[in-house]
C-alpha cells in the first residue's frame, strides 16, 4: 500500500467495477485499491479541518491488524521460522552442554540445563507446527475469498492466420 494514501479519490466506472468486484466481508480498502490495479496518479491534497480525529490509536490499531491479516502471510511465516529457531538453538545447546560435562567435566546444577533445553526445544517445536497450521488456514483464506483478477485490456491478434 502507498504511504499517505486517501480514500478520497476521483475513479472510473470500471475501476469502481473491479473494485466492487471483491466479495469480501472484512474490507481493508487501502489494500483492494491497490490490489485491484489501474493506473492511480497521487495529487498533494491540503488538508483544511485542524481539530482532533475521530479515529482513535485502538481503532488504528485494529485498521493496521486487518490490513495485515487480509494480504499478508508474513506474520505467520516470522511465527514459524521463530519456532524451528528455538527448537535448533536449544539443541545445538543441548549439545554444547553435553560436550562441556562429559568431555571437559564442567558440572552445571542438578537437572536445570535439560529442562531449559526441553522447554526451548518443545515449545519451539510447538510454534512452528502452529506456524505451519497458521500457513494451511491461510491458503485456505485467499481461496475462500475468491479475489478476482481483474484484465484491463484483451489484446488479439488482427492478423488471419493461413
Known sequence: MPP???????????????????????????????????????????????????????????????????????PLLLIFFAGSAFSTGSLVAGVYMFVRVEFFGIEYAAGWPALVVLLNFFGGTILASIGVVGLYLARVFVEVKRRPYVVKEVLTNHRTRE
Not at 491497490?34 to 490499531?61: M, V
Open 4 to 74: 499517505n494514501w486517501m480514500i478520497a479519490r476521483l475513479m472510473t466506472r470500471r475501476y469502481v467495477n473491479a473494485l466492487v468486484a471483491h466479495e469480501e466481508r472484512a474490507i481493508s480498502l487501502g489494500g483492494l485499491m491497490a490490489l485491484t490495479g489501474f493506473r492511480q496518479e497521487g495529487i498533494d491534497g491540503l488538508k483544511l479541518n485542524k481539530g482532533t480525529t475521530a479515529y482513535s490509536l485502538s481503532k488504528r490499531i485494529v485498521a493496521t491488524v486487518d490490513a495485515v491479516t487480509s494480504f499478508s502471510d508474513r
